[in-house]
Every structure is written in C-alpha cells, then in structure tokens.
T-cell receptor, first 117, second 114 residues
C-alpha cells in the first residue's frame, strides 16, 4: 500500500537553529513523485517542492534544502537558520496513480514546527 | 490573479442539514480535488474529477456528493448521511495529466456541525 510517514508530530526550536523534518514513504510504483507543502495558520497549503523518483540530487532553495534517498525511501526537509515565519505544519506527500487516469496525493499526518524568538 | 477560491470560509450546520461548499479555479486546470483535514491528521481524499462531467470517489466519499458541470467549478455537498462532518475542507486543482503535477490549494472551508 502507498503510505507516507512523518514520525515527528511536533518540533520546537529557537530562531536561527537548523531543523530537519523527516519523511518516509512506501510505494509499489517505479515512477513516483514526492512533494512538500507548508500549511501556515491561515490554513492554505503552499507548495514547496516536487521531486521525481529518478532524481536523487539534493536540492537547495534559499534556507530550504531537501535530501532524497531512494535506498531508505526518505525525503527529508531541512530549514537552515529557522525564523518565526517558518512556524507552520509541514506535509510530505506521495503521488498516487488513479484508476481513471491522472494522479492524486497521499499525505503524511504532518509535522508542526514552532519557531520561537 | 490566478488561483482557487473557496466559500464560505466558515460554515455552521445543524444536524440533518445538507450544505454545499463552493470551489472555483481560474487556472484552467483540468483536475480538481476535495480533501478533508481533521486535527492532527493529514489530508484525506473525498472526491476527484479529471475532466468536466466526470468524477470519482476517493478514500472517504461516503456522505458526500459532488458535481462538475463546468471546468472552473467543483462544489462539494456534505449530506446528512455524513456522520461526523466537522472538519476543515480543502479544494485543490492540477493540470490533471499523468505528469504528476503539483496541486494548488484553496484557502479552505471550516465546517462545524452544531
């Protein structure tokens, strides 16, 4: 079965600390995509990154970086020098091929990150 | 500005009533989705639609209904058959092909049953 596990329910850090959010997935598909979304207190999910299963290069975007390791089925997300504005719930998601064509997303339960000043 | 709008932001329902949540997008996306989010939980798929006039049940479709008469619109009706409808409902859209494109989300509707 397709599954996404985010073992960390809540993380609290102080500003400027680095923090890593873990994501482990299970899939039978040979081609799949992984995503990270941010959900601030307003509730709307904000897309952060999409990574396909054939690309294991790490990616960096400003203070954000992602480490994809196919061997361990993990797609971890690191925020460097965290800021109060990073406080949010972060979701990892896995693509799922639908019976009627197209795809949907399977979400983990999310990690709540609290950054204090 | 292109995006997804959902209305209302907050909705209160008495037990036994049907209510309809609105979702509109102007991104010219073919696919649209409805998710339900409960506290401390991830998002669970209720219904999805890949093209106009066609939609499919997701993982938790019981007690819900949808329609897709226009490309831009994908309303969700929460019926009285839904036993525990209090939740946060999110609508999303994507390009809809098999290229695993990211989904874009609306701001959500928080439904409370009184």
């Amino acid at each position: 079965a397709q599954k996404v596990t985010q073992a960390q329910t809540e993380i609290s850090v102080v500003e400027k600390e680095d923090v890593t959010l873990d994501c482990v997935y299970e899939t039978r598909d040979t081609t799949y995509y992984l995503f990270w979304y941010k959900q601030p207190p307003s509730g709307e999910l904000v897309f952060l990154i999409r990574r396909n299963s054939f690309d294991e290069q790490n990616e960096i975007s400003g203070r954000y970086s992602w480490n994809f390791q196919k061997s361990t089925s993990s797609f971890n997300f690191t925020i460097t020098a965290s800021q109060v504005v990073d406080s949010a719930v972060y979701f990892c998601a896995l693509s799922e091929t639908l019976d009627q064509a197209g795809t949907a997303l399977i979400f983990g339960k999310g990690t709540t990150l609290s950054v204090s000043s | 500005d292109g995006g997804i709008t959902q209305s209302p932001k907050y909705l209160f329902r008495k037990e036994g009533q049907n209510v309809t949540l609105s979702c509109e997008q102007n991104l010219n996306h073919d696919a649209m989705y409805w998710y339900r989010q409960d506290p401390g939980q991830g998002l669970r798929l209720i219904y999805y639609s890949q093209i106009v006039n066609d939609f499919q049940k997701g993982d938790i479709a019981e007690g819900y209904s949808v329609s897709r008469e226009k490309k831009e619109s994908f309303p969700l009706t929460v019926t009285s058959a839904q036993k525990n409808p209090t939740a946060f409902y999110l609508c999303a859209s994507s390009m809809g092909d098999r290229n695993y494109n990211e989904q874009f989300f609306g701001p959500g509707t928080r439904l409370t049953v009184l």
